[in-house]
Structures are given as C-alpha cells and as structure tokens.
C-alpha cells in the first residue's frame, strides 16, 4: 500500500547550499538554499528568488561561492536563511560567520564552512528563477581532510529534510560507489 500527496519540493537528500557574495560596498552576506544541486561537469544550478540581496550582489560581482552547511554551523546555516541581508546589516557577524576573500572570486569564503566551491556566474534566469555558476575552484579547510580527501565524518555536511522540516546530519557509508553493483553484472 503506498499513500500519493501532492507536488511538493520534497526530495531525499536535499542540500544546505550556503550561498556567499559581496554588495557592492564589500560588505559579506550569506544565504541558505535546497533547492540547488550539480548540473554540469563543473557547474552548478540553484533556484534562488530575485528579491534576495544575494541575487542582487551575484548580479552585480558576477561571482559567488556555494559552501556546505555543517552540523557544527547549523544555528547560523538556519538564520542566514531566516533573515535577509536587505534588513539585517550585521547578518553575516550574527550569524556567526567570518568573511575571508577568496583568492579565485569576487566573493567571500567563510572560516567556519571548511567545504567551499567558488563561482563565476554563468546566467540567472529571472523568470524561472535559477541561477547558475561555473565552479573556477574549490577551497576546502585542511581541518576536514585525511589523507588529502574530504573526511565527511569530520565535514560533518547537513541536509534539509524538507519534509519534516529539520536538518539531519550526513556520513555513513553503506558500499563502495560504482563497486557493490558489480557483483549484479
Ligand atoms: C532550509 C532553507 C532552504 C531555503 N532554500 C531556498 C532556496 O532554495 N531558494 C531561495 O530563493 N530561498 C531559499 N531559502 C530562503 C532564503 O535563504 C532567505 O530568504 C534568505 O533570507 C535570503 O537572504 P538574503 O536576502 O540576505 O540573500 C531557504 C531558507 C531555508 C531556511
């Protein structure tokens, strides 16, 4: 027996993209998105609405950077997609986070998020409304490597269960990517 609901944005997993940009005065601002993911070798897509200040910062310094909420940012990952960088001066400072400018693009990194992808914008689609980027580099904390690799059970990424409205934390491994369906060959 299986229950039918009607169209949502529900998927499993959704991401916390937490998106970073300049205003035109310098001044750092960040924002969470779900609704975002890889759709290119090196670009990425996400859906974000044209009255946010990010949209208007990435419009106008044609860069942004797509860093990894964390289980240890949480709090701030959730405020930053709460309050808005038009009303709010010091979001980026009440949310925890330290700007630090990235040395690929027009836009800042955040100390506290280890797992960062810098963008140059590619289009933003207003009427859709998606956003795209081509990721110029990647800039990951050394803190949440072993080994030289990403090490998700020190990253410790988030995502969003849009379902039941949380954040559930990601890192167990169940098999070896395009390993554990040979045996089904
Ligand atoms: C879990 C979560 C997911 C969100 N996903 C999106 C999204 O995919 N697209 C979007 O436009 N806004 C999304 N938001 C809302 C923005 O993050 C929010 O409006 C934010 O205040 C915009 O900040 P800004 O105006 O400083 O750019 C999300 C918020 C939360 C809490």
């Known amino acids: 027996m299986r229950k039918e609901f ?25 924002m969470n998105a779900a609704w975002g993911g890889i759709s290119n070798d090196t670009q990425i897509s996400i859906c974000i609405s044209n009255y946010h200040k990010t949209t208007k910062n990435i419009l106008e310094r044609k860069a942004f950077t797509v860093s990894v909420g964390t289980a240890d940012t ?9 309050a808005s960088g038009n009303a709010v001066e010091d979001k980026t400072e009440r949310a925890g986070f330290t700007p630090v400018r ?30 795209v980027g081509e990721i110029v580099g990647i800039s990951i904390d050394e803190s949440v490597l072993t080994d030289g690799k990403v090490d998700v059970k020190k990253l410790k990424p988030i995502s969003f269960d849009a379902v039941n409205n ?11 990517a395009f390993s554990v369906g040979k045996k089904l060959i």
């Open 102 to 131: 990235s040395e690929k693009v027009n836009a800042p990194l955040f100390r506290e998020l280890p797992f960062t992808l810098e963008c140059e914008l590619v289009a933003y689609y207003e009427d859709e409304p998606r956003l």
């Open 166 to 176: 949380r954040y559930l934390i990601l890192g167990e491994s169940v098999a070896e």
């Open 6 to 30: 009607k169209p949502e944005a529900w998927l499993y997993p959704m991401p916390v993209l937490i998106i970073g940009s300049y205003d035109v005065e310098g001044n750092a601002n960040l």
């Open 74 to 82: 949480v709090a701030g990952c959730d405020y930053v997609g709460m």
